[in-house]
Nanobody, 127 residues
């Protein structure tokens, strides 16, 4: 069982930056591919970014490339999401997720590929 706890959300203005963190329990963090998803009010949860087990491979939603950066620190059991040039449409609850079945370079992009989810952290971007 893996527990994931997100932090770093908040209320910011358009153009600002935020860094989200997701801390994982357990000793096998490096065996999980990790992902970030978000869900805006009235919308389905959508993929944001994913990172492979040792950070060698990353993948982003097309609309977010160049603004968001995913990274991980396996020694700290933590995955990060650096969000730059934030826009009001980035307002959502952001969730991290873990895929324990991932192979070395896997960067899962679909909800059902992840077995463990955090409770989310709210990001609100005002115009």
């Amino acid at each position: 069982q893996v527990q994931l706890v997100e932090s770093g959300g908040g209320l910011v203005q358009a153009g600002d930056s935020l860094r989200l963190s997701c801390a994982a329990s357990g000793r096998t963090f490096s065996t999980y591919a990790m992902g970030w998803f978000r869900q805006a009010p009235g919308k389905e949860r959508e993929f944001v970014a994913a990172i492979s087990r040792y950070g060698d491979n990353t993948y982003y939603a097309d609309s977010l490339k160049g603004r968001f950066i995913i990274s991980r620190a396996n020694a700290k059991n933590t995955v990060y999401l650096q969000m730059n040039s934030l826009k009001p449409e980035d307002t959502a609850v952001y969730y991290c997720a873990a895929d324990p079945s991932a192979t070395y370079y896997d960067v899962p992009t679909r909800n059902h590929e992840y077995d463990y989810w955090g409770r989310g952290t709210q990001v609100t971007v005002s115009s």
